[in-house]
C-alpha cells in the first residue's frame, strides 16, 4: 500500500536553536553571569598546537562538565546522552542541532588523563563561584552544602575553599566510578 500513501508538503520554516530555548531558561541566566572565556587561559599550557587531532575547545570541555555537575549526571557516559537530546544543553555548548557532541571517552580522557593531576578544576570553579559572587549569583552569607546552612563568617575563605574541594572532588570521582562500573559491564580492562 505504500502507494496509496500521501505525501504531506510542509512549510518549511527555518528555526534557531536559540528560539527553542526559553528565554528563562537557567542555562541563560548562566551564560549573561558567567564569562567561561578565562578557561583558555587556564587550559593553555596542557594542549598542543601543532599535534594531533583538532580537540575540543576546552570552554567547552569544562561546561559539558559543568552541565554534568549543575544537574546532577553522574556518569559521562549519560551526560553525553543528556547533552546529545538536550536543545538548552546544546545552546550552551554552542552546538547546533545536527553538531556531533563529544564522546564520553573524550570526556574522561581529558579528565583523568590531561588534567588528572593539575589545580586546573580547582581554578575553574574558583573563578567561576567568583564570578557568580561579583553578579549578585551567589552570596558569601550562607552556604547551602548539602541541605545544611553554614555561617560563612566562621572562617569564610578557609571554610568555602574545603567545601568546594570536596564536593568537585566527589563529583569527579563519581565520574571515575561510573567509567570503572562502565568498562566492567562492556568486558573491557580497568
Known sequence: MLGS????????TTVSI???????HFLRTID????FSFIERITTPYYCVDNGRPS???VTLFKMLFLGYLYGIRSERQLEKE???N???RWFLGYSLVDRVPDHSTISFNRKGRFEDTSVFEEIFDETVRQAQAEGFVSGRVLLSDSTHVKAS???NKFLRVAKTKK???YLGELEQAVQQDRAAHGKKH
Do not use: F, G, T
Open 32 to 35: 549573561v553571569l558567567i564569562d
Open 154 to 156: 566562621a572562617n569564610k
Open 56 to 58: 575540543i575547545a576546552p
Open 168 to 170: 568537585a572532588v566527589r
Open 18 to 24: 536559540d528560539e527553542l530555548v526559553p528565554r528563562d
Open 87 to 89: 536543545i538548552a544543553y
Open 83 to 85: 547533552i546529545q537530546a
Open 5 to 12: 500513501v500521501q505525501n504531506h508538503r510542509h512549510d518549511q
